[in-house]
């Protein structure tokens, strides 16, 4: 499967954004979906993530409240909508797949660039 994300752009703090995961290969449907972000010079963090059928979310400490993952597997797509973006949340977003439940996601797209200026 190859994972496809966009959306990422330059915005102002405040504003809102939402990313897009589409699979090619593989329908969405199969995997759970999640997006893990890098800004530069640090570690990876974890974002958030949907389960298959979309039944059961998680979010990182730092986004909750602010973003939300959903998906629709008939159009084999998965987003992410953030609101009330920090210039913390800079980073490149990485849409991720995952097969089973837990551990670490299988499956990394090329990663979409997000700034949040002040």
């Known amino acids: 499967v190859q994972l496809q994300a966009s959306g990422g752009g330059l915005v102002q703090a405040g504003d809102s954004l939402r990313l897009s995961c589409t699979t090619s290969?593989?329908?969405?449907?199969?995997?759970?979906i999640g997006w893990v972000r890098q800004a530069p010079g640090k570690e990876r963090e974890f974002v958030a993530e949907i389960s298959v059928n979309g039944g059961n979310t998680d979010y990182g400490e730092s986004v909750k409240g602010r973003f939300t993952i959903s998906r629709d597997n008939d159009k084999n797509i998965a987003w992410l909508q953030m609101n009330s973006l920090r210039p913390e949340d800079t980073a490149v977003y990485y849409c991720?797949?995952?097969?089973?439940?837990?551990?670490?996601?299988?499956?990394w797209g090329q990663g979409t660039l997000v700034t949040v200026s002040s």
């Open positions: 290969g593989r329908p969405i449907s199969r995997y759970g």
């Open positions: 991720t797949a995952r097969i089973g439940a837990g551990g670490a996601f299988d499956y």
